[in-house]
């Protein structure tokens, strides 16, 4: 039994990751902007005691004291995942910013205000939901700038905390092409499946390892 931070478990890869390790037996803490608005996360709620969801937007100012109120009694946080995100459609500045907002400063954000329960566990494990689309290297398609930028940058952030806390195993994640508002129907995993490999390589990691960036498979990606 561990005790794992999600984000952005409304809906998508957050969902699955959530209800994955309820089912396995792990305490989850959850953010959901909306939880109401989500009956697979009630249903989860209903089902399992260990699920606590903090009922909250990211972006809000004083969001990190937020999360520490809610976590007043959960002195250990054993697995951080940072999953939500958002794709900006269009080049103006408010896409941009907003893509940064979330996609690269509040995972930063989160992490720095968990770090002290995180250090607590023994073994302790931060994982960043990227994607390729951050990757510069195997860019072969461009567009979508806001989007990928702010992956970039995540992946930076990424692995400057690698490097910063060298007892946290870090891993930055592409969770495949998955079937969720953001993926599209055209998108070629279930939410489940690509959770289940996200789970098996956060399993798998070794602390030696600290700073990758893998896929679902566990297959290593360039930067
Ligand atoms: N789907 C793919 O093919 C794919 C591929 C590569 C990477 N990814 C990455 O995987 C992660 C999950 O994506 P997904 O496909 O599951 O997307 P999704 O279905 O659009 O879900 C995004 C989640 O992020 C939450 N969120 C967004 N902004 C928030 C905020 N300000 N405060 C709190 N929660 C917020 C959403 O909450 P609400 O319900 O309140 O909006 C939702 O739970 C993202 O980081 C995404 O970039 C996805």
Not at 131 to 150: E, L, Q, W
Not at 199 to 223: C, M, Q, T
């Amino acid at each position: 039994m561990q005790t794992v931070f999600i984000t952005g478990i409304s809906r998508g890869i957050g969902l699955a990751l959530c209800a994955q390790a309820l089912e396995r037996g792990d305490h989850v803490i959850g953010v959901a902007r909306n939880p109401q608005a989500s009956p697979d996360l009630l249903k989860l709620q209903n089902r399992f005691k260990e699920l606590k969801i903090i009922s909250l937007d990211l972006c809000q100012e004083d969001a990190a004291e937020k999360i520490l109120e809610h976590l007043f009694e959960v002195p250990v946080i054993d697995v951080l995942i940072n999953n939500a995100g958002i794709y900006e459609h269009g080049i103006s500045k408010q896409s941009f910013l907003k893509s940064f907002e979330v996609n690269s400063y509040v995972p930063f954000m989160i992490t720095e205000a968990l770090l002290s329960k995180l250090k607590r566990s023994s073994s302790p494990k931060l994982v960043n939901v990227s994607s390729v689309m951050g990757g510069i290297t195997d860019n072969s398609s461009g567009d979508a700038y806001a989007y990928r930028s702010s992956k970039s940058a995540l992946n930076m952030i990424h692995k400057c905390l690698s490097l910063e806390h060298s007892w946290l195993t870090c891993l930055a994640i592409h969770p495949g092409w998955v079937k969720t508002s953001m993926g599209g129907e055209g998108a070629v995993l279930l939410p489940k499946t690509s959770a289940h490999g996200i789970w098996d390589v956060i399993e798998k990691i070794r602390p030696e390892e600290s700073g990758a960036f893998k896929d679902y498979n566990g297959h290593h990606l360039n930067w």
